[in-house]
């Protein structure tokens, strides 16, 4: 928990060690509350996440099947109109700047909920987004996607981390491209669900989330940390994004769900 600029409160990690959080500009060794509060107050420094002077626009890439970056990449080919998402600080909003895209989900994840920060929600207009709730910051994607429509978007994508909101989305919304995301100690039942409604899933560290998508998935990019498309829409985003990028990439048949040599540990 972060209140007034500084982190406040740690939970227990759900996990040991994390390939990617390796990676980050400020390293995750291992998943410890303070590494993980250590982590956090950099992103505060560096980009002023969680507080008014919240950046929300980035251009690079942080990883290449990220879902930022997929999103961004397909916003910016003009496969996608707009991407619903979440910001700290804004809650749920319409995005159609893929650096904007990118600025908000490439540099946080796993929001859970978030207080209205005026300057952000100006920032984040300033640059092309609408955000559903100004002055609650509420976090409700079904509710993004209707506001999409409502702005005359007609090829949408929107992420959730809740299987029973990708369920109602896809029910209410058919043809929204919807992307599972934080997965990590999600239950058996729910990433089965995840794989019958997402057009993407992100497995995260959910070996749940890596039996049930492999059983239909169409592709899986990355190893360590795998994204599965579920569907043509998602394959299609996927291959688009290995189609623009200048980064080596190894394209093979196999039957999924493919291992890496690291992954996140434990699996749950």
Known sequence: MIRNGRVVEVGTPQIEDCPL???FACPVPEMTP??????IEGRIRSFGMCTPKREVLAGPDFVI???????????????LDAAVIASDGAGTLVATNPALIQGIGGRMSGLVKTSPIPEVV????????????????AIDQAAGVALAAELG????????AVAAEAAAIREQFPG????????TGISREDAALMARSADLLTACASRHVREEAAKTALLQAGT???VFAMTAAGKA???GKVAETDQQVIVHGARLPVPGSQSPSPLR
């Not at 100006?122 to 910051?137: C, D, F, H, S």
């Not at 929204?176 to 997965?183: F, G, L, N, R």
Request: cysteine-free; glycine content about 6%.
């Open 34 to 39: 303070e590494a993980i509060k250590r982590n």
């Open 21 to 23: 959080a390796r990676r």
């Open 153 to 160: 978007h007609r090829r949408i994508a929107v992420t959730t």
């Open 65 to 79: 099947f990220g879902a930022s970056e997929l999103l961004s990449s397909a916003v910016r080919r003009g496969d």
């Open 224 to 226: 360590s940390i795998p």
């Open 176 to 183: 929204a491209v919807i992307v599972a995301v934080h997965t």
């Open 237 to 239: 985003i996927i291959l």
């Open 122 to 137: 100006a920032r984040i207009e300033e640059n092309g987004g609408v955000v559903l709730a100004p002055a609650t910051a």
